[in-house]
């Protein structure tokens, strides 16, 4: 189930791990392509939701990368672009795989599995269509005066629905991670990607913005992406939106500054057209933990984005987050009424969850347990 804005961190973190140490989570990424091919939209969305969720933590993008090395025909990250290609940006099913993806994408075998079917491909399409919205708008009204919101989260430019925000958040942040890469920045030099990205330095957005310059920022610290930049004007343009810069704040004028500092770069200061991380780590397997941050987006985040409708049954005076944990909870107590297990084989499955946990898990450990331990 998606996690709810109230529920406390701890206890879906455990549940998490449970879902991890038991095998379930590997078992659903692994099946990942023939869910998507069957036709049922619903368990689709569950799917993809788990997996969004358990990508908020290390342990779930590993069972996830797990997954594709233990089955690699399953193909669980090529099954998620796919679906990424193929659904409309304001469906749910594309929220969720976005958000997965871009969770994932903290893996660094995953980042490159995704360059190669292509997701960069998809990021750019999409940003250079929502910089098309952005010049219509600007030519409409004379000015950039930034978005409004429409009902559903879609950002509206001239009152036409476009692109969501949450779309353009997440893809841009998938991108940011994807050229951490030198596959990655050698593919963005490959379709162009300064062309996209340079409209869009200025997103009204400032996630977004933060997300675009520090791609930018990273495409440019090649030799040959600064070059054809500079061909193109990329001074102009950073100056220009400097100087209009000054009611956008101070970080985006510290964006700008450093990516006009980067374009300057002296040709042999660092530069990094060659092999980076990649060499250092093909070949390890998802066990090395080659991840780039612990909880890089909290659960929260992707669950502000779905509980916008109030909990069904709902009591006068009870929260939207309190009627939801009480149905929620009803429903699995009902859902579990028959499976329950002796307490033999109960104890069996703790000494193993806990035995899961102490291996891979630590922060999930109780303060008890800990200071038990340390007296012993």
């Not at 400032?206 to 070059?227: D, E």
Request: glycine share 8%.
């Amino acid at each position: 189930p998606l996690p709810l804005p109230g529920e406390p961190i701890r206890p879906r973190r455990a549940f998490l791990a449970a879902f991890a140490c038991f095998g379930a989570l590997r078992a659903v990424a692994g099946r990942l392509t023939e869910i998507a091919s069957a036709g049922n939209r619903e368990l689709l969305e569950l799917v993809l939701a788990v997996l969004a969720v358990s990508a908020c933590e290390v342990v779930g993008r590993r069972e996830i990368e797990g997954a594709e090395v233990q089955r690699p025909s399953s193909n669980c990250i090529g099954a998620l672009v796919m679906v990424l290609r193929k659904e409309p940006v304001t469906s749910l099913v594309h929220m969720l795989c976005l958000a997965a993806l871009q969770r994932l994408s903290l893996r660094v075998n995953l980042q490159a599995k995704m360059i190669q079917l292509g997701a960069i491909d998809w990021i750019l399409d999409n940003l250079r269509a929502v910089g098309k919205q952005m010049e219509a708008a600007q030519e409409h009204s004379g000015s950039w005066q930034g978005p409004m919101l429409g009902n559903s989260g879609a950002v509206l430019f001239g009152g036409v629905g476009t692109t969501p925000d949450f779309s353009v958040e997440f893809a841009s942040a998938l991108l940011m991670n994807l050229t951490l890469r030198s596959s990655g920045r050698r593919r963005c030099a490959e379709l162009g990607a300064y062309e996209v990205l340079v409209c869009l330095i200025e997103h009204p957005n400032p996630q977004v913005r933060t997300h675009i310059n520090g791609t930018m920022y990273a495409l440019l610290g090649s030799p040959s992406i600064r070059a054809a930049a500079l061909a193109r004007g990329a001074e102009a343009a950073f100056d220009t939106a400097l100087q209009r810069s000054a009611a956008g704040g101070d970080l985006l004028r510290r964006q700008l500054e450093y990516l006009l500092a980067q374009l300057h770069r002296a040709p042999n200061d660092g530069d990094d057209d060659g092999e980076d991380s990649e060499a250092r780590v093909t070949g390890r397997g998802p066990d090395a933990d080659i991840d780039d941050g612990d909880n890089f987006l909290d659960e929260e985040e992707l669950a502000g984005h779905f509980l916008l409708a109030p909990a069904p049954g709902a009591e006068a005076g009870v929260t939207v987050v309190e009627s939801a944990v009480a149905i929620e909870a009803a429903a699995a107590e009902e859902a579990l009424r028959r499976f329950r297990v002796t307490p033999a084989v109960a104890d069996t499955q703790q000494r193993r969850f806990h035995a899961f946990i102490a291996r891979n898990c630590q922060g999930l450990v109780s303060p008890k347990r800990q200071l038990h331990r340390g007296r012993s």
